[in-house]
């Protein structure tokens, strides 16, 4: 008889197509519950696909075990913590020395290199319902959330009725650089703002059951690269095994196509269409380098290279993944675009934008790094990822052939060059519809400026030929590396066509130039060196329909296009 009559546990599933981390467990739990000893648990989970675990200790003794594991076993790494429930209980029970000396033990195993996430740690509204307990489970919150930042660890949330102060908590301390909320259970609403926020979203067996149609209404909405699945044995077992204990082997998460059919889908059919891979976790030395870069990353490759970002070439390299999962949700992109990228750089976007599941088209001026981003992509998301991935290291400002006919674009555009090229992508390549910036600020108000607008000019008139903008955020310096001295602009470019006119985009530029070379000046003398003198501008301009005394700020580009017109028609 195998263990698996003998202790009276479910039959195990089929093994997955490829293998998985079950990014939140208590095996020393499992044990106690099932009888199955740890080494066994690992051998099962392993055979069936589950190769790596994240052991989670939520008391003193746990994180204790939990590191002494992770220590003698690859397979595993752990994640330590107090649970807000415990820390109120131990306050309660034994007064605040009592939590302080725990806190202070957890503390001291953060920095180990097999810890790789703090957690689980939030609030927990739902068993504590007192304001002060609640009050010392902030105080805890606080705490290791302060310790993920400085140790460059995963925050690892527990949060039961508690969304609104979860969030609040988090954008007062500050945000670390990757957060994973353990066993969602929020609304539609409260996913969108985990996800705006950049976190991932862990669901566990609570989906599959009948009662949980928000849950799963809220699965629906979450980006795919934004899932995780977890087991959280023994605890939350899912459908067809609800009412035993859970173990890692019986893993059936959802992830179908529609909240109906997502909780009989397996974690076999999950895994075969989307990642669920653990965002990465920290410095454990013998996990995958799975995810998207991060400042020890980004500095590990540059060295590799012996690379010197060059102001030259606008070399400021985004080192924080949060404002690249940023970046890819405001883009809207989907996992049917072809994005072109310009100036990938070390990958940290065009990471972003793979692991979405979009094909990307790069191009990169720099050989060194040309060269090395494909093997980035590889080690990070793998071979599938990378054969949705083109190189072409080109100028941008020379290119003019692409592999794929790109349906977006998205980049983080080199400072000194900025305008040029996105005017060149948008005549060049007229396939790509929508398309998002980063831009230096100053940029970035330029091109989304309207007429009348003090930063009207030549590039806001430009850029109207092609497309709508629209300012849709701001990016600190601090994100970058090197550091810049200035904040960087998100510009929204939305494809349109050209205005109604016989004037070429060629013609009405000269006019945006000339209107703009001398901005102080009314139109009819601004144009005086293209037209031969001031009286003959201000008739051009009058046939045109607009008043030769305004100023260039003052005109759309419609308008710019007629007087081009004009120009034509008196010069033919």
């Given amino acids: 008889m195998s263990v698996i009559d003998e202790l009276g546990l479910p039959p195990l599933p089929e093994p997955l197509p490829r293998p998985i981390i079950d990014n939140h467990t208590h095996l020393a739990s499992t044990h106690g519950y099932s009888g199955l000893p740890v080494a066994e648990a690992l051998e099962l989970a392993a055979s069936v696909g589950v190769t790596r675990v994240i052991e989670v200790g939520c008391d003193v003794a746990d994180a204790r075990f939990a590191v002494d594991l992770a220590g003698r076993d690859p397979r595993v790494r752990a ?40 957690g689980e740690t939030g609030l927990d509204y739902f068993r504590t319902r007192d304001a002060a307990g609640q009050a010392v489970q902030e105080m805890s919150f606080r705490r290791h959330i302060e310790w993920a930042k400085r140790h460059g660890r995963t925050l690892m949330i527990h949060d039961r009725d508690a969304h609104a102060d979860i969030l609040r908590v988090l954008d007062d301390a500050g945000v670390p650089e990757r957060v994973v909320m353990h066993c969602f259970s929020g609304d539609v609403d409260f996913a969108r703002q985990c996800v705006e926020r950049g976190f991932w979203l862990s669901y566990p067996g609570v989906v599959t059951f009948g009662s949980a149609g928000s849950l799963r209404e809220a699965l629906a909405v979450t980006p795919r690269d934004r899932i995780l699945i977890e087991t959280d044995a023994p605890y939350l077992t899912p459908k067809p095994c609800r009412g035993r204990r859970m173990r890692r082997t019986c893993c059936r998460t959802p992830h179908g196509s529609s909240p109906q059919s997502s909780a009989s889908t397996s974690v076999s059919s999950a895994t075969s269409s989307s990642p669920t891979r653990l965002p990465p976790m920290g410095s454990g030395a013998t996990m995958p380098d799975l995810g998207l870069l991060d400042p020890n990353s980004v500095r590990r490759i540059a060295a590799e290279l012996d690379l010197r970002p060059t102001k030259q070439r606008g070399q400021n390299f985004v080192v924080d993944p949060n404002t690249v999962r940023r970046i890819v949700t405001l883009s809207e992109v989907t996992a049917d675009d072809v994005v072109l990228e310009i100036g990938p750089g070390l990958g940290s976007l065009t990471l972003g934008l793979l692991e979405l599941g979009a094909r990307v088209v790069a191009v990169e001026i720099d050989e060194r790094l040309a060269g090395r981003l494909m093997r980035t992509v590889r080690e990070r998301l793998g071979d599938d990822a990378a054969e949705r991935l083109a190189v072409v290291a080109e100028d941008a400002l020379t290119v003019d052939e692409l592999p794929w006919a790109p349906t977006a674009l998205v980049a983080n555009l080199p400072y000194n060059v900025s305008v040029p090229v996105l005017l060149r992508m948008l005549e060049l390549f007229p396939t790509w519809e929508n398309g998002l910036v980063m831009v230096q600020l100053e940029v970035a108000d330029r091109l989304a400026a309207k007429p009348g607008s003090k930063v009207y000019g030549v590039p806001s008139a430009k850029t109207a030929w092609y497309a709508e903008t629209a300012r849709v955020g701001t990016v600190p310096p601090k994100v970058f590396w090197p550091v810049p001295n200035v904040d960087s602009g998100l510009v929204r470019i939305t494809r349109r066509p050209a205005p109604a006119s016989s004037a070429s985009r060629e013609e009405t530029f000269r006019v945006i130039d000339a209107a703009f070379a001398q901005r102080r000046k009314m139109l009819r003398a601004a144009l005086a060196g293209i037209t031969g003198s001031a009286a003959a501008s201000s008739e051009i301009i009058g046939r045109a329909g607009i008043d030769p005394q305004l100023r260039g700020e003052m005109l759309d580009v419609t308008a710019f296009a007629a007087i081009a017109e004009q120009l034509a028609a008196e010069t033919a």
């Fill in 79 to 118: 994640a330590v913590a107090i649970h807000p429930n415990d820390a109120a209980r131990l306050v309660a029970s034994a007064g605040e020395a009592a939590l302080e000396e725990a806190l202070a033990v957890i503390e001291g195993l953060v920095p180990s290199e097999v810890v790789v996430a703090v």
